[in-house]
């Protein structure tokens, strides 16, 4: 059996029915401790977030059978004893037990955390995991208790993972060479996220890559104006500095696993790839000099080679 709390929160049995949770004191209850799910939660606490300021006259009689019905139901949803999420009682008060693979909260997580790891070698599985994770989402996180005191900090923290989430989507995108991909999903994630940068940044690199130099400058002109007329900042120096770079052509904004660039040798242009794959054509047109970012030579010898490669200064004359 499964909880689902990537949406309303739902019980889904072992042959994926769904399971009638109607009463909202008992949807309450089994909010709060899915929030903690794993750590004990007081009996005080849980007797707050059910009834508030309208606590019945005896509490603790009335949680107890509350408690017994969570649990009769959370039974009846499992094939076996050892499918079922327990709902155990641990002084001061209760502690739901059960497995990553029956939250799909945790099962997102693990899956987002195992994309990240293979990102930059495999993206193409990273992308098929990010997928995976993404398609567990029904809407927000405890849609119906977003806004209560006690669930307002898990549901923000998986939002916001979410939002990452989709990010690392983009990257893998981008890494295979999926320009359009990129575009496509970051132009509703930026509608959503204003004022977020990054994926402002992410689409500005996608548009560079598929060749729209102007619209990806457009996207920081328009991100750079609305961030000084909300809130009178002006975009992070990355983000001043990746202008520039799209303004120049700079190949080093590549983010294919085939084309991307090779790493410059000391003095000299970095190379890109003979055989460049279709998408990544575009924007290979202007290569980057990499001598402004050099370590200074080491040895005399080196410096002889260095001020042979660079141009000479005119002398200075004297006063």
Same mark, same amino acid.
Request: with cysteine.
């Given at each position: 059996?499964?909880?689902?709390?990537?949406?309303?929160?739902?019980?889904?049995?072992?042959?994926?029915?769904?399971?009638?949770?109607? /009463?909202?004191?008992?949807?309450?209850?089994?909010?709060?401790?899915?929030?903690?799910?794993?750590?004990?939660? /007081?009996?005080?606490?849980?007797?707050?977030?059910?009834?508030?300021?309208?606590?019945?006259?005896? /509490?603790?009689?009335?949680?107890?059978?509350?408690?017994?019905?969570?649990?009769? =139901?959370?039974?009846?949803? +499992?094939?076996?004893?050892?499918?079922?999420?327990?709902?155990?009682?641990?002084?001061?008060?209760?502690? =739901?037990?059960?497995?990553?693979?029956?939250?799909?909260?945790?099962?997102?997580?693990?899956?987002?955390?195992? +994309?990240?790891?293979?990102?930059?070698?495999?993206? +193409?599985?990273?992308?098929?995991?990010?997928?995976?994770?993404?398609?567990?989402?029904?809407?927000?996180?405890?849609?119906?208790?977003?806004?209560?005191?006690?669930?307002?900090?898990?549901?923000?923290?998986?939002?916001?993972?979410?939002?990452?989430?989709?990010?690392?989507?983009?990257?893998?995108? =981008?890494?295979?060479?999926?320009?359009?991909?990129?575009?496509?999903?970051?132009?509703?994630?930026?509608?959503?996220?204003?004022?977020?940068?990054?994926?402002?940044?992410?689409?500005?690199?996608?548009?560079?890559?598929?060749?729209?130099?102007?619209?990806?400058?457009?996207?920081?002109?328009?991100?750079?104006?609305?961030?000084?007329?909300?809130?009178?900042?002006?975009?992070?120096?990355?983000?001043?500095? =990746?202008?520039?770079?799209?303004?120049?052509?700079?190949?080093?904004?590549?983010? &294919?696993?085939? &084309?991307?660039?090779?790493?410059?040798?000391?003095?000299?242009?970095?190379?890109?790839?003979?055989?460049?794959?279709?998408?990544?054509?575009?924007?290979?047109?202007?290569?980057?000099?990499?001598? +402004?970012? &050099?370590?200074?030579?080491?040895?005399?010898?080196?410096?002889?080679?260095?001020?042979?490669? /660079?141009?000479?200064?005119?002398?200075?004359?004297?006063?």
């Amino acid at each position: 059996m499964q909880v689902r709390v990537l949406g309303t929160l739902e019980i889904v049995a072992d042959d994926r029915a769904p399971v009638s949770l109607a /009463s909202p004191k008992l949807r309450r209850l089994l909010a709060a401790l899915v929030v903690d799910a794993t750590r004990v939660v /007081s009996a005080d606490r849980l007797a707050d977030v059910v009834w508030g300021d309208d606590q019945p006259e005896h /509490s603790t009689g009335a949680l107890h059978n509350l408690v017994s019905r969570l649990r009769r =139901l959370l039974r009846s949803a +499992a094939a076996s004893e050892d499918h079922a999420v327990t709902l155990l009682t641990r002084a001061p008060g209760y502690v =739901l037990a059960l497995d990553d693979d029956q939250l799909d909260a945790r099962r997102f997580e693990r899956l987002v955390q195992e +994309a990240r790891t293979v990102l930059d070698d495999d993206p +193409a599985r990273a992308a098929a995991d990010l997928d995976r994770a993404l398609d567990l989402w029904r809407g927000d996180a405890y849609a119906e208790f977003g806004d209560e005191t006690f669930a307002r900090f898990e549901a923000a923290r998986l939002g916001e993972l979410r939002v990452g989430a989709h990010e690392a989507r983009v990257e893998a995108a =981008l890494a295979q060479g999926h320009t359009d991909d990129a575009i496509a999903r970051l132009e509703p994630l930026i509608g959503r996220q204003a004022l977020r940068e990054r994926p402002h940044a992410q689409l500005m690199v996608a548009l560079h890559l598929a060749g729209r130099q102007a619209e990806a400058l457009a996207v920081y002109r328009r991100y750079r104006a609305r961030l000084g007329d909300e809130l009178g900042l002006e975009p992070s120096t990355a983000l001043q500095d =990746l202008e520039r770079r799209v303004l120049r052509g700079d190949p080093t904004l590549i983010r &294919c696993t085939r &084309c991307r660039p090779r790493p410059p040798r000391r003095g000299r242009r970095a190379r890109l790839p003979a055989t460049a794959c279709r998408r990544c054509r575009p924007s290979m047109s202007t290569p980057v000099d990499d001598r +402004a970012t &050099c370590r200074r030579p080491r040895s005399s010898s080196d410096a002889r080679r260095w001020s042979r490669r /660079s141009p000479r200064r005119s002398a200075m004359p004297r006063s």
